[in-house]
């Protein structure tokens, strides 16, 4: 038996290759990073964005101060990591929602729920403290627009297809309708945020009760 012969002879071929340093240095990486989005979102809906701090993140993430500077360079761009990766994450949840086969005031009342839930996670919480942060920071601004332009095209998506199946809109066209969509839950959100009781201002069953007029048009 040649050295060749018996060098391959004696491999499993159904055990995995043994992970490169590289590859280990990579994993490492990874998990600082997923380390300190966590802490950061954990931070945010503790204390807000304006009493941030990145010492108070690396602390709770059990890493120097310096790996946040060296994996997202500012407060800015970890807070906008951290609504990056959730962002498109429920996108993606929308894009399969909408890609169903339920009618349209159906996925409307499912969208509501998705809304508790991402108040519960506090999802809601970071995209309106983004907002509220982007009205003085033009960078942050045009990121959060970015985001929200991507629930926008989803909507006029939904929109048109909702179109052509039903004959139309009226007066309105699929982006028109689109923003009629999204903007009643920003301005839901925002109420809920500020303490709002049902008693006080019951935005959660009106935009509930869209649903019966959105299954009235698809009638019609």
């Known amino acids: 038996m040649t050295r060749g012969s018996y060098a391959r002879s004696d491999v499993d071929e159904g055990e995995a290759a043994p992970i490169t340093r590289a590859e280990r240095r990579q ?15 954990a931070t945010l809906l503790a204390v807000g964005y304006g009493n941030l701090s990145t010492r108070a ?63 519960a996670s506090g999802y809601v919480r970071v995209l309106h403290e983004m907002m509220a942060a982007g009205w003085s920071d033009p960078e942050v601004a045009a990121a959060v627009r970015g985001y929200l332009s991507g629930w926008q095209r989803l909507l006029t998506d939904v929109a048109g297809r909702t179109s052509e199946r039903i004959g139309g809109l009226g007066p309105f066209t699929p982006g028109e309708v689109a923003a009629l969509m999204g903007m009643p839950f920003i301005g839901v959100e925002s109420a809920i945020l500020l303490g709002f009781t049902e008693d006080e201002l019951p935005a959660r069953s009106a935009l509930r009760k869209m649903a019966e007029v959105i299954r009235a048009a698809e009638k019609r």
């Open 27 to 41: 994993q490492a990486t990874n998990d600082t990073r997923a380390s300190i989005l966590d802490a950061a979102r």
């Open 57 to 119: 993140v690396a602390d709770l993430a059990g890493v120097p101060l310096s790996q946040i500077h060296y994996h997202f360079r500012s407060k800015q761009q970890l807070i906008l990591a951290v609504l990056e990766a959730e962002n498109e994450r429920l996108l993606e949840r929308q894009r399969a929602m909408f890609a169903g086969d339920e009618p349209l005031w159906k996925q409307w009342e499912r969208a509501c729920d998705y809304l508790e839930d991402d108040i």
